[in-house]
């Protein structure tokens, strides 16, 4: 899941130092994201990257995996297994192009 659950994850992946960022596609469950896993994206956090230019990085992702993950839960093609979603039979991955 992601390492930065919540508010302000852009800021926080920043302040700490990481290489890199990220959107998660989730199920929605009671505690904040928390729920099994869709689709990931990772981007690289660059020297010097400001808040908005990590943000408008992990948005271009975002706006690809989210789609993409409607679309395989639509076509059911997403099964909950003892909390980990498969998709066509196989684990989720993070998408790192």
Known sequence: MPAFKGLDTHAR???SGAT???ATVHFVVP???SGPIIAQAAVP???GDTEAALA???LEVEHRIYPEALRAVAEGRVRI???HCLIDGRPA???RS
């Open 13 to 15: 992946a920043l302040a």
């Open 20 to 22: 890199e960022h990220g």
């Open 31 to 33: 505690e904040m994201d």
């Open 45 to 47: 956090v660059h020297a």
């Open 56 to 58: 408008a990085r992990v």
């Open 81 to 83: 297994v003892e909390g």
């Open 93 to 95: 991955v993070i998408d």
